[in-house]
């Protein structure tokens, strides 16, 4: 029933809102579930259906909109125009073929279950759109956003929210009842506008942006506003022209990654990212109209098996032929494994258009609940899964790999006498100090911009996950006596050294715990050395002050 308190009082409505979401929040951290499902389930609780606290829809929807132009500002942030025209031919294959096989696999079983033709088309359509806010939080938090199926599926979820404008383009003007040739110039004319988009911030990057950060960067404060405001304004101009705000803020990070601020800006607006990306999810548990699911129950069921699972495999099919591996391709792929916010926008419009009733609305609504819970657990748990159906998925990869899946030209000869795992700040200064001490090692990192800019200072660095089961592929692990993980993670420890027991290695093995209290867990992974980068600094650091305390007396 709804809470008793004036729809005027917005600041303790929002206040108690804010509290259900702390606690929500804290529940769902002590029962180790996804703080996703606690936020969108918060939503449904002060929506209309329930409490009613969220009555101001202008307010919550505002807050929700900047904390998405920020959620793709920082994903462009740690892309350049380099990484993008590497792994866009396979986003763009892979977005527009995984649209096209699900909308038609889609309609044939809308048919088959006694749909008419309209609605059927509209649900198929609606369930080929994945969520990019979702997805994009969920890669960020497990900090896989760098690594090659995130950027990957990061490219192919933009293509999808292009072609998601295109469609509501045109169902809008079906709406005003349009000629055919009149909604064909306003899908071209927003094309047109987009192309005009990247020219224009094309001479920014060129001739404007740098000077401006510059100077803006003499104030921390500027910076971040500066940044926020270039963020919103291209996601606003985005809109304008007929394009999503996703589009627009991720442009925007895109525009400033070739700059020497991209990483300060990443980590100054992570907080504040966070905090306004609550309210989308909080708005989007509200705006769910859950009165019509009742008569859905067993078509949604249908319809989210298929895209939990057809959606995935689609994925890989795809990326495979392409040349990459069944792992990559997995991965990648589970990220299309639900619907999303635009799915229930679309079903809305062609409510409201008349074409569809609210029972189909309902029934998208539904699949939209349980795709988006359910892939919330694949996303956070898609290691472990692989781990179980990698047998099964041999049939998607091909012998011949994609260049930005093998080593990338650095020679497997020569003399390895260590191995490290990960070159980011800890296991760079772990690299930089065994190479200054004559040691020869072969490096790999997930992320390829790292690897790129070891390889320009001519370290021997190839890309690759240290948790992938395949890696005594592409390892010399026969001729090396050491093998160092510098990746901060208990669970990461114990995968890499299972990986290395299956894959025959009998040298030592050095892991990282990211606490000291971690380290006996880390030992049960049977390590010959634990690492603790905080510990051991600070030892160190004190080593270093008691000889210069000495030899000042």
Do not use: C
Request: glycine share 10%.
């Amino acid at each position: 029933m709804p809470l008793d308190i004036s729809a005027d009082d917005l600041f303790l409505r929002f206040a108690v809102v804010l509290a259900l979401a702390a606690a929500a929040g804290m529940l769902a951290r002590v029962l180790r579930q996804p703080p996703i499902i606690a936020f969108i389930g918060v939503g449904i609780m002060v929506g209309p259906l329930w409490l009613n606290l969220v009555t101001d829809r202008d307010l919550w929807d505002l807050l929700a909109t900047v904390g998405i132009a920020l959620l793709l500002f920082v994903v462009g942030l740690r892309l350049d125009v380099e990484t993008i025209r590497r792994t866009g031919p396979v986003a763009l294959a892979t977005g527009l073929g995984q649209v096209g096989f699900t909308s038609l696999v889609g309609f044939l079983i809308a048919l088959a279950l006694g749909l008419d033709v309209v609605p059927a088309i509209y649900v198929a359509v609606a369930l080929t759109f994945s969520s990019t806010i979702i997805i994009v939080k969920l890669l960020s938090d497990k900090r896989e956003i760098d690594s090659l199926h995130g950027r990957i599926a990061v490219g192919f979820l933009i293509v999808q929210d292009m072609v998601v404008i295109v469609v509501l383009i045109a169902l809008s003007s079906f709406g005003v009842g349009s000629e055919e040739e009149t909604r064909l110039q306003e899908v071209l004319l927003v094309m047109a506008r987009g192309a005009g988009m990247l020219v224009v911030v094309g001479l920014m990057m060129r001739f404007v942006l740098p000077t401006a950060v510059r100077v803006l960067a003499g104030s921390q404060e500027l910076l971040v506003l500066g940044a926020i405001a270039w963020a919103v304004g291209l996601a606003a101009g985005a809109e304008w022209i007929g394009f999503s705000q996703e589009v627009g803020a991720f442009l925007a990070g895109v525009a400033l990654a070739p700059t020497d601020y991209r990483n300060a800006l990443s980590s100054r607006l992570t907080s504040l990212r966070d905090f306004l990306l609550l309210f989308f999810f909080i708005s989007l548990g509200a705006t769910l109209d859950l009165t019509h699911i009742g008569a859905n129950i067993w078509p949604s069921l249908i319809f989210s098996v298929f895209v939990l699972v057809g959606n995935p495999l689609i994925v890989v099919a795809i990326m495979g032929v392409m040349g990459y591996r069944k792992r990559t391709g997995f991965l990648a792929g589970l990220t299309v494994a639900q619907i999303s916010e635009f799915s229930l926008i679309l079903a809305a419009l062609g409510v409201s258009l008349g074409h569809i009733d609210s029972e189909t609305l309902g029934l998208v609504t539904l699949v939209g609940i349980i795709t988006i819970g359910t892939s919330t657990y694949l996303i956070l748990y898609s290691h472990a899964i692989y781990d179980r159906v990698a047998p099964l998925l041999g049939i998607f990869e091909r012998s011949a790999l994609n260049r930005d899946e093998i080593s990338g030209g650095v020679p497997a000869s020569g003399r390895t006498e260590l191995i490290l795992f990960g070159v980011g700040r800890y296991g760079g200064g772990i690299l930089d100090d065994l190479v200054g001490r004559g040691i020869e090692v072969l490096a790999m990192d997930f992320d390829p911009e790292a690897v790129a800019s070891r390889r320009l200072n001519g370290g021997r660095v190839i890309y690759g996950d240290a948790t992938d089961p395949d890696i005594h592929e592409y390892l010399p692990f026969s001729e090396t006596r050491w093998v160092v993980s510098s990746i901060p993670s208990v669970q990461a420890g114990h995968e890499v050294a299972q990986n290395l027991r299956q894959a025959g290695y009998r040298g030592k093995v050095a892991l990282t715990a990211p606490r000291p209290e971690d380290t006996e867990a880390v030992q049960g992974a049977g390590a010959d050395l634990v690492l603790t980068p905080f510990s051991d600094a600070a030892q160190r650091a004190g080593e270093i002050i008691v000889e210069r305390l000495d030899r000042s007396e």
